[in-house]
């Protein structure tokens, strides 16, 4: 497909275990995002990549979150040790060149419950 | 602190009518917006956007209004349709830089009605 792909699209886990969540974005875009979506709040920025630049990781909430992309492409969110507000739905973009000007394509996020 | 404010959770509207979302911010550095647009189970989708020097962006039945002075912006459709329900987020680059990092509102969810 065309979009950004997520996977899993739901996750149920439990309490203190790890959990990695995957992003595939656009072919070609150059940057990724991290999102985060709790129970009626807004989209909460978590982690940056563009290029071969160091991540902006400015976001991530704790230390038990880590993200990386490989060759530039394929993003893995990993949360360690998961409590129960890490509960949310993770959403990965990528854009075309990073940058506010060149929108944000979103995929359909992976659903994480923490038991 | 929420620097990026949708107060009303949900608006209902009349098929054909006006629909009017709305968004206040607090930092006057905030340099772009943008109002993305979600369907239930699927990621945000970009609508339209405006740059902190205009007042006014129109792409076709979406027009998106720009108070600096009140800190304050508008999405109208015009006319509303009931493929428009959705939840609408209004989004601000926070103004350092050009980096795609943006501040979201809570979301307002309009549902139109046939």
């Known amino acids: 497909g065309a979009g950004v792909s997520q996977s899993p699209s739901n996750k149920v886990t439990e309490k203190g275990k790890d959990v990695e969540l995957r992003c595939d974005p656009i072919?070609?875009?150059?940057?990724l995002y991290w999102y985060r979506q709790s129970l009626g709040q807004g989209l909460e920025f978590l982690i940056y990549?563009?290029?071969?630049?160091?991540?902006?990781k400015s976001g991530l909430p704790s230390d038990r979150f880590s993200a990386e992309r490989t060759g530039g492409s394929v993003s893995t969110l990993t949360i360690q040790r998961t409590q129960q507000e890490d509960s949310a739905v993770y959403l990965c973009?990528?854009?075309?060149?990073?940058?506010?000007?060149?929108?944000?394509?979103f995929g359909n996020g992976t659903r994480l419950t923490v038991t | 602190d929420q620097q990026v404010k949708q107060n009303s959770p949900s608006l209902s509207v009349q098929e054909g009518r006006i629909s009017i979302l709305n968004c206040d911010y607090t930092?006057?550095?905030?340099?772009?917006f943008l109002w993305y647009k979600k369907y239930p189970a699927e990621g945000p989708t970009f609508l339209i956007s405006?740059?902190?020097?205009?007042d006014k962006n129109e792409d076709g039945r979406f027009t998106v209004f720009l108070n600096k002075s009140a800190k304050h912006l508008s999405l109208h459709i015009v006319p509303s349709q009931p493929g428009d329900s959705a939840v609408y987020f209004c989004?601000?680059?926070?103004?350092?830089?050009?980096?795609?990092?943006?501040?979201f509102g809570q979301g307002t969810t309009l549902q139109v009605k046939p």
């Open positions: 973009a990528s854009s075309l060149a990073g940058g506010f000007v060149s929108p944000l394509h």
């Open positions: 072919s070609g875009h150059t940057a």
């Open positions: 990549f563009q290029g071969n630049s160091a991540p902006d």
């Open positions: 930092n006057s550095m905030f340099d772009y």
């Open positions: 405006i740059s902190s020097i205009k």
């Open positions: 989004a601000a680059n926070p103004g350092s830089g050009n980096t795609g990092k943006l501040i």
